[in-house]
């Protein structure tokens, strides 16, 4: 394997608060273990267009706290070409970088993953994405400050709900996951969470509706994570309104919001270990992992791992959420 001399570090995707911090971990972690370092902007894009800056330890500083990505991000759709991508490894070749550590979710990670196969070039992706959707890693960059900024908002809106005794649906991001809708839910003492990982075997409203869910409440709060497979937050309160018209439904959609903010102290750490093991694994010959944590442990995880599998609900969560929503 070709000695490593120089990195480059891009974030793609939907960006996630945390991403700065890890920005920061790989850039001095990497300056201190004797490579050169280069801020690739704009994600993949920057990569074919060369927006490629030299980092320097103060090209980071003051940026754990803040939220986005101080690379910025975009889509690209060149990049999914073969052509986009000889483009990208030639301007990888002529700014001298070795290898790369990309930050972002799935697509992000499967673009590195044909990137690195096609061109034999070493690539360590971490795993930062508020879905929380990434098999191989108990939690991903970003999760964590989504989470808690899903309390609070519904925290308020829960006053409004009580007041005017009526039942929200709140529509959280998540795609094809319920992570953030199902811990949501308990964190903020919701009636329910209804999730696409479950709603192919039950009719989740239906369910609701049967138990309850407002026996003893005059109002009532259900969490749903945006997705075709659950009908989102306004597929189900049409739903509610044809089929259970007694009920006085609201829906809430939080969107981007969650994305947002200073990160959390939990999502710092995260971010900050994550950054430095990309380094450790570059240091190991590593190559086509994505860096996770196990039980507070840091772990390797190969792309086809972390792309290609579900990562399941804990379905004792649910079982919880059952049990203190009567």
Known sequence: ?????????????????????????????????????????????????????????????????????????????????????????????????????????????????????????????????????????DKTIGYDTALNTIMQCVDKIRDTATSHERLFFIEVMGRDAGFLALNGAIASGAEAAIIPEISTEVDQLAELVKNGFRKSKNSSIVLVAESPITGGAMGLAERVKNEFPQYDVRVTILGHLQRGGSPTAVDRILASRMGAAAIDALLEDQRNVMIGITNDEIVYVPFSKAIKNDKPINRDLLNTLRRLSI
């Open 1 to 137: 394997m070709a000695e490593i001399k120089c990195i480059g570090i891009l974030t793609s995707g939907g960006d996630a608060p945390g991403m700065n911090a890890a920005i920061r971990a790989v850039t001095r972690a990497g300056i201190c273990s004797g490579f050169s370092v280069k801020g690739i902007y704009r994600g993949y894009r920057g990569l074919i267009t060369d927006e490629i800056v030299d980092f320097k330890t103060q090209n980071v500083s003051n940026i754990i706290q803040t939220g986005g990505t101080i690379l910025k991000t975009a889509r690209c759709k060149e990049f999914t070409t073969p052509e986009g991508r000889q483009l990208a490894y030639d301007v990888l070749k002529r700014e001298g970088i070795d290898a790369l550590v990309v930050i972002g979710g799935d697509g992000s990670l499967t673009g590195a993953r044909i990137f690195a196969n096609e061109f034999n070039f070493p690539i360590v992706g971490l795993p930062g994405t508020i879905d929380n959707d990434l098999y191989g890693t």
